[in-house]
Every structure is written in structure tokens, then in C-alpha cells.
């Protein structure tokens, strides 16, 4: 078989020093693609960021090849400089009115989020951060970030500036020539077939992660360098076949966000139908009238491209920003074409201010470029960041109630503070909310972190009580609390939480944990096994979630038995029966949508903010465990919580959740007494 001989071959009518045009139209519709399914396709994923990876690599790896080729220096300040003026200035725009939004439609309880994801987006690492603060990809709605999209941009800006240092390493190290080029086509081959291996092992077991992972996103774009590497060779389909296959990656491009589930499935295999039919028209260009060629040079997906990057960031702020103001998370067609016109008009608007600035910027030196690329990132990055400060000065985040606030307003031994808060804005105010929990990263550990992180509470003195204090993050809720007993008693509290992880039988599955996280869990387990078996307590204290999900799978088992044979599996590792067991019952949940409830101050005067008590307080597998376990006790603070017959978010004055879930540090303050009362009733 001869070199042309084969399906790609050798052919001097592909381009091989100008600008495939085709582009300019392919992302185009690509970030189109990604806007339409956002607004119309009820949070389905439309593959559309797939294809711009893809094309954004194969623009890169295309040039850096061709100038190591060539023996030209690669010009990185040029380079950075030429993409970021391009980059930066529209995102400031868009990243400004997030910040002011922030404080003036936007919930207030999402401010120091959202201001913190002002800054990562601003320097291209919200992917990251959305990893760290566990965000999902998905359907917009009013809670949901207003900057997630922006998760694709700092993948692109990680691979712009990290690919082309990488490049430049080589250039230091090979000599120009063959073994340079072989050597960077090499590391390009090799980084995508392992990226593509990462992402399909990441996909399978921690899909939300993958799915903002640069190094699961890599393959996409290796793919494109890949075809820009049979294309600086002058290999491309046939020409007979390029009309056909053409149209068939168009056809693969579209119908992705039809036929798959990108949110879940994608940067895996799956992706390989977008990102396949971006490779097929690429591979594709130049293929002649009967081609997709003479539709996507058009003027009509010209101008496109030329507005699809102003779109792409107005659209999801803004469709966050609508939700916010209706009040509900349901967009008709009407509302998405409001959203989708305002979306065009500001990004017009934004195209005719900063288009001069950016030609002035790009018109003479690669420093001048640069270094206005870097002014823009700081103009969005110092507001938000002065603001994120001002926010954060609230002291060690105490906040300082009256003695009959809270708890002691259910006290049917204290008549005097039944009226507590009564006309009062509730405490802490609701944009306070996320800030106001005790949790301390020495006592905390989380995801697939093996480290098992406890800390000492109370006295450093031998031979005083010692209790161990375990959970996942509702029993973090309490260490003010733990402290400050621990303190009054001349107690050590040593407390440990895992997130998303009881102190159960090691073993016991836990429902959405990814392997990395369920493994670390089954460490901590083990670890705190240690910890109870060793002698070295006088008491262990546990709690945890009452939403835990234990699955049986046995039909004649519920979960709730499962849950009670997965705690007596653990707490038969305490060192002997002497040794008290103390359940703290969880607190009331609340659905974290309903939290605005309470901005509403007349609602919360009608006890509109609540649920029914049997709603609210769930059941678990706690009580049968204490009822079959020797000296083991039950600590139900519910009637500290909750009326006779319903939950309600606000309680004497003070917010009972921070999100829903959990406590907020106010409102454990105030169970404090109450807590300590029954506590050194078992002790004693």
C-alpha cells in the first residue's frame, strides 16, 4: 500500500499555511449549540463545548507546529498576549455585572460564592474551584452559579498558557530539526491517549469531577492537534468523500445534545461523537459546493463566530439573573427568547466599546497587548476581591444573640422568652448564612483526601475525661459547642468528620460516593475504629445526617434496618461495654430552595417558613441501635427545635439552617444548655 493510497492521503488543495476557514462557521454553531440547549433544551448538554475545545486545540497545536517546523521562534508573550487581549476585556464586562448583581438581584446567600467565582473565572481557574466547592453540572435554577459556564474558558486559558511552556521546554532541550518535531508530535499522541484513558476511568467514577477536569479535558483538544498534524502534512480525506463526511461530523456535531446525556456522560467515550464530527470537518475543508464548505464560510455564520464568544458569556448570568427575579426555575420559550435577546444585545454592546480598545491593543507591541490583557483581568479581579474581604471582616463569625433567642424560645420552662425575636429580623441575616458554621479544617476531613483529621477540644491535661466525637458534617455542627463544654468540665472533646461518611461498619456503601471518596471513607472508618477500640475514651459521641442513603439489597431488609446493623457493626469496636454510646438525633431538614422563605419577614411571623415535624425530623436507623446496644443513650434536642406539631426555619429569632442540612453555628449556641444538661446527665 503506498503512502496515498490510504483514506487520508496527501492532497495540495487542503490549506497548509492560511486559515481554514470552515472555522470560523464550526464555532460558531458550536457555542451557539452550547447557548440554545442552555435556554430551550431544559438543561441537556449540547456537545457544542466539545467541538470548541477540539477547534481551539487544533488552532494551537497547529501553530506551535508549524512555527517548531520552520525553526521560528514560538513567541510566547506574543501569543499570550494576542489571545488574552482578546479573552479578557469582554469577560471583565461580563464578570463586573456578576459582582454588582451580586449585591443587588442575585441571592444574597450565594454573594460570597459567587464574588469568590468572580475572581477564579477572572484568572482562569473556575473549573478548580467549581472541583472544590463540589458543584454540578446541570440545569440553571436561581441557586445555581451564575459563572459555571465559565468552567470551558479556564480550560482553554490552562491549555493557551500551559501547552506553549511546555513547547518551549522542548525548544530548549532538542536541537531544531527532525527529533524535534518527532519529539513534539510524540508528546502530543502520547498526553492525548493518556488524557482520554484519565477521563474514561474519572467519567466511571467520579463523573461530576471529570467533567471540569482540565486533565480529563485534555483529549479533546490533543484530538484537534492531532488533525492539525495530518493537515500541516497535507493529508486529508479524499475530496470525493468530503461532502459526505462533511455533512455526516455537522450531522454527529447537532444531534449529539439529542442523543446523549452529556452532563453525566461527557468528557468520556461519549464525547468522541462531538468531538468525532468536529475531526470530520476539519478533516473535511475545502470539499466544494456540494460540501458543508460554502455554508459554514457564510456570511450569516461569519457573523456567528463573531458574536458566539460575547454570547456564550452573557447568556448564563443572565438566565440566572431571570430566574432569580420570577422566582421559580421553570423558563418557557417566551422568557428564553427574553433572555436570548438580552444576551445579544448586551454582547453588541459590548463588541462596539471594546472592539477599538482591543485593535489599539493589539495594533503595535506583544507587551502592550499583555499587559492590557492583565489590566482587564485585574479590573474584574480587585472589585470582587475587595468585596469578598469586606464581607469575610465579621470577627471569628459569632454571632452574638439574646439569652432567650433560639432554643430557649421553645423552653416550656422559661415562658418569659416565648416571644423572642418576635418583629425582630431573624439572626444571622440571610446573606450571612453559608459563613455561619463551626466546622475547622483541623477537625474536618473531605473527598478523597485519606488524611483522617482530628483535633482536641478542651483541656491538654493527663487524665482528664476524654470524649471522642465523631460523624460526617452534622457532627462538625457542633464544635463551639463541643469546645466550649469542654472547656467548662475540664473535659478533651477529640473530634473527627468526614464528609459524607458515618461512623458505620467498614464497608457499608454509601450512595453518590465516587470510589476515590468511598475508599477514603472506608480509611477513616477503620481510623476511628482504632480510636474506640484503644481505651483511650470514656465516651463516644456520634450523629450524622439523616439523609445518609443506605440501600438494601435485600427486599425483605429496609434501609433503615441496613443503617442499624451497619452502626451496631461499628460501635461493637469500643473498647468495652462500659464505655457509653451518645446519639445526638439529627436536626429538622428543610428543602435549600425554601430558605428564601425567611427574607420574608411577615411569612415568617405566620409560620409560613416551616414544615409538618414528622417531615422535617426523618427517621434512621439510630433508635433501633441505641435499643439494642449496652449503655448506649439517645440526645433528642427536637423539642429545642421544633413545635409540638411543626419545624420551622426560623426559631426564636435565629435561622436554624445554614442550607437546609445543617445547623447554622448561631442556633447550636443557643441548644448549647440544653445539650450540656443532658450530656453530663449520662455522664455522671
Not at 643 to 670: F, I, K, N, P, Q
Amino acid at each position: 500500500m503506498t503512502e496515498d493510497s490510504g483514506p487520508l492521503r496527501r492532497d495540495l488543495r487542503v490549506p497548509q499555511s492560511h486559515r481554514i476557514l470552515e472555522i470560523d462557521g464550526l464555532r460558531g454553531i458550536a457555542l451557539t449549540l452550547v447557548v440554545v440547549f442552555h435556554l430551550f433544551g431544559s438543561g441537556r448538554v449540547s456537545g457544542g463545548v466539545d467541538v470548541f475545545l477540539t477547534v481551539s486545540g487544533f488552532l494551537l497545536i497547529m501553530s506551535l507546529g508549524r512555527a517548531l517546523a520552520a525553526g521560528k521562534p514560538l513567541g510566547l508573550v506574543a501569543r499570550w498576549g494576542r489571545t488574552f487581549s482578546r479573552l479578557a476585556p469582554p469577560a471583565t464586562v461580563v464578570l463586573l455585572a456578576v459582582t454588582i448583581a451580586s449585591f443587588v438581584v442575585l441571592s444574597p446567600w450565594m454573594r460570597e460564592q459567587n464574588l469568590l467565582e468572580v475572581m477564579s473565572a477572572a484568572v482562569y481557574l473556575e473549573n478548580w474551584q467549581l472541583i472544590a466547592t463540589q458543584l454540578a453540572y446541570g440545569a440553571a435554577g436561581a441557586e445555581t452559579s451564575p459563572l459555571q459556564h465559565f468552567w470551558s474558558l479556564s480550560v482553554q486559558a490552562q491549555f493557551f498558557i500551559g501547552f506553549p511552556v511546555l513547547t518551549g521546554l522542548l525548544a530548549l532541550v532538542v536541537a531544531p530539526g527532525r527529533a524535534r518535531n518527532i519529539a513534539f508530535w510524540t508528546i502530543v499522541v502520547v498526553a492525548t491517549l493518556a488524557s482520554f484513558a484519565y477521563a474514561w476511568h474519572a467519567n466511571t467514577v467520579d463523573p461530576q469531577r471529570a467533567y471540569f477536569d482540565t486533565f480529563a479535558r485534555f483529549w479533546e483538544l490533543g484530538v484537534g492537534g492531532l488533525v492539525a498534524g495530518l493537515l500541516i502534512t497535507g493529508r486529508a480525506l479524499p475530496l470525493a468523500m468530503r461532502p459526505i463526511t462533511g455533512w455526516l461530523g455537522l450531522a454527529m456535531i447537532v444531534s449529539s445534545g439529542f442523543l446523549l446525556d452529556g452532563g453525566s456522560a461527557y468528557p468520556g467515550p461519549a464525547a468522541l461523537v462531538p468531538v468525532g464530527g468536529a475531526v470530520l470537518v476539519l478533516l473535511s475543508a475545502e470539499g466544494g459546493v456540494v460540501s458543508p464548505t460554502p455554508f459554514l464560510r457564510s456570511r450569516p455564520l461569519i457573523f456567528l463566530d463573531s458574536i458566539s464568544y460575547g454570547l456564550y458569556l452573557w447568556h448564563w448570568p443572565i438566565l440566572i439573573i431571570f430566574f432569580t427575579i420570577q422566582e421559580s426555575d421553570v423558563l418557557s420559550w417566551r422568557g428564553a427568547s427574553v433572555v436570548m435577546g438580552l444576551a445579544v444585545g448586551l454582547t453588541l454592546v459590548t463588541r462596539w466599546v471594546l472592539n477599538p480598545a482591543i485593535a489599539w491593543a493589539t495594533s503595535t507591541t506583544a507587551a502592550r497587548a499583555l499587559a492590557f490583557a492583565l489590566v482587564a483581568i485585574l479590573v474584574a479581579t480587585v472589585p470582587a476581591g475587595a468585596s469578598y474581604a469586606a464581607l469575610g471582616a465579621r470577627g471569628d463569625g459569632t454571632v452574638r444573640v439574646d439569652r432567650c433567642a433560639g432554643a430557649a424560645s421553645l423552653d416550656p420552662e422559661r415562658p418569659e422568652c416565648a416571644d423572642a425575636g418576635k418583629g425582630e429580623p431573624p439572626v444571622p441575616e440571610f446573606e450571612a448564612l453559608r459563613q455561619d458554621d463551626a466546622n475547622r479544617g483541623p477537625c474536618w476531613s473531605r473527598g478523597a483526601d485519606p488524611a483522617v483529621n482530628v483535633c482536641s477540644l478542651g483541656s491538654d491535661a493527663p487524665d482528664v475525661l476524654a470524649i471522642l466525637a465523631v460523624g460526617d458534617s452534622h457532627n462538625n455542627v457542633w464544635l463551639d459547642v463541643y469546645e466550649q463544654l469542654a472547656v467548662a468540665h475540664g473535659w478533651r472533646i477529640d473530634a473527627a468528620g468526614r464528609a459524607g461518611c458515618q461512623w458505620v461498619a467498614v464497608g457499608t456503601p454509601v450512595f453518590g460516593q465516587s470510589d476515590e471518596d468511598a475508599a477514603a471513607c472506608q480509611n477513616w472508618r477503620d481510623a476511628i475504629n482504632e480510636r474506640a477500640a484503644s481505651g483511650d475514651y470514656d465516651a463516644i459521641i456520634t450523629t450524622a445526617s439523616s439523609k445518609s442513603g443506605f440501600r438494601s439489597d435485600d427486599p425483605a431488609t429496609t434501609a433503615a434496618e441496613l443503617h442499624t446493623e451497619a452502626l451496631l457493626g461499628a460501635w461493637r469496636h469500643r473498647s468495652d461495654d462500659g464505655t457509653p454510646i451518645i446519639v445526638l438525633r439529627d436536626n429538622p431538614i428543610f428543602p435549600a430552595e425554601s430558605l428564601g422563605c425567611i427574607t420574608d419577614r411577615q411569612a415568617v411571623e405566620n409560620g409560613d417558613c416551616s414544615l409538618p415535624r414528622d417531615v422535617a425530623l426523618l427517621e434512621t436507623g439510630f433508635d433501633a441501635a441505641v435499643s439494642q446496644t449496652a449503655n448506649a443513650h439517645m440526645i433528642d434536642l427536637s423539642d429545642y427545635e421544633c413545635r409540638s406539631d411543626r419545624c420551622d426555619m426560623v426559631v426564636g429569632g435565629v435561622v436554624v439552617t445554614r442550607d437546609g442540612a445543617h445547623l447554622t453555628r448561631t442556633y447550636a449556641a443557643t441548644l448549647a444548655p440544653y445539650f450540656e444538661r443532658a450530656l453530663v446527665g449520662i455522664l455522671d
